[in-house]
Nanobody, 122 residues
Framework: QVQLVESGGGVVQAGDSLTLSCAAS????????LYWFRRTPGKEREFVARISWSGGSVIDEDSAKGRFTISRENAKNTVYLQMNRLGPEDTAVYYC???????????????WGKGTLVTVSS
């Protein structure tokens, strides 16, 4: 059974940093892109970042504004999202996803985690 399990969410203050992790299991992900999406209150779920098996990455600048970094440890089937200089606008449920396609549309995702909540207080 394929599982994506996020961790690392919590309550932080504006300006703090936080690193989210997502552990994937149940199959080989060697040919999968791993993603981070987020859903902020009252909004649709949006793409945040994507990373390929080889480490090539795409960050959405509208949401990340140069503050987020995505990385992965293939040996551990784990993807990370390092978030710096967090602000209240980053308060959201952050989801991990996986897909063979490089599309950044949530409709293209094959597997989803259940999400981890990040709350940034001002």
């Amino acid at each position: 059974q394929v599982q994506l399990v996020e961790s690392g969410g919590g309550v932080v203050q504006a300006g703090d940093s936080l690193t989210l992790s997502c552990a994937a299991s149940g199959r080989s992900f060697s040919d999968y892109n791993l993603y981070w999406f987020r859903r902020t209150p009252g909004k649709e779920r949006e793409f945040v970042a994507r990373i390929s098996w080889s480490g090539g990455s795409v960050i959405d600048e509208d949401s990340a504004k140069g503050r987020f970094t995505i990385s992965r440890e293939n040996a551990k089937n784990t993807v990370y999202l390092q978030m710096n200089r967090l602000g209240p606008e980053d308060t959201a449920v952050y989801y991990c996803a996986a897909a063979k396609s490089p599309s950044i549309s949530e409709d293209g995702m094959e597997y989803w985690g259940k999400g981890t909540l990040v709350t940034v207080s001002s």
